[in-house]
């Protein structure tokens, strides 16, 4: 997959399947590199209550998986973790936010 700036790249389009933690997981494992740096995280929940984890690059690439969540202890936090941590974001500060928060916002600075 060719990935270009601006582009939104969302993990049900490529695997067919959606909200499923371990897809989300393998989906991230493959396009990351492809994606870039991380400068941006965002939990969001739509009106149905369903959860997704919107990552942004320095590219304005934007990545959006559907089996992570936040405020809770479960599989989907602890996926939003992995990625959050792999993406480079303080682990410290993730693992406070995720296990807590429902939704959130973090964002990191550009490496030199």
Known sequence: ME???GMYIREKELIQMSGVTRFSLLFWNEIREKVGEIVKA???KDKREN???WLTSKDDVKVI???CSAGYGGEGPRGTI???ESAGFNPKRVREIVFNKETFSLR????A
């Open 3 to 5: 990935v270009k700036p």
């Open 42 to 44: 965002e939990m969001k």
């Open 51 to 53: 959860w997704s984890l």
């Open 65 to 67: 998986l559907h089996g």
């Open 82 to 84: 992995e990625v959050l």
């Open 108 to 111: 990191r600075k550009v490496q």
